[in-house]
């Protein structure tokens, strides 16, 4: 029994297709490569900018360690510390742009 050259053709192509069709769209496909790099560049932008938040704070912490003038500061600020024989003035809050009445 012979079969026709363009049902071979046909059963090729259609073979082909399907192949074609699980390369793009089945599983670990072009499509989930493309979502993959997606997650993996979002993922190394927020690995880059924790890298630079870390050491920011390790600057921070140096200087906390290594300079007095800033640690007062901090302590100062932050903290609201006072230093000794130092006197503390607290004044009425004034809204802004309001009138004291």
Known sequence: ??????????CVL????GFALV?????????????????LERQLAKNERQ????ISLLRRIE????????L???AREELLMV????IVITLP???AGGKDS
């Open 72 to 74: 007062e500061r901090v």
């Open 63 to 70: 200087r906390l360690k290594s300079d007095p003038a800033y």
């Open 23 to 39: 390369i793009v769209f089945g599983n670990q496909g072009l499509i989930d490569l493309y979502r993959q790099r997606g997650t």
């Open 51 to 54: 890298e630079r938040a870390n």
């Open 1 to 10: 029994m012979r079969v026709a050259p363009k049902i071979v053709t046909c």
């Open 93 to 95: 809050h004034v809204p």
């Open 83 to 86: 230093g000794p024989n130092e």
């Open 14 to 17: 259609l073979g082909l297709l």
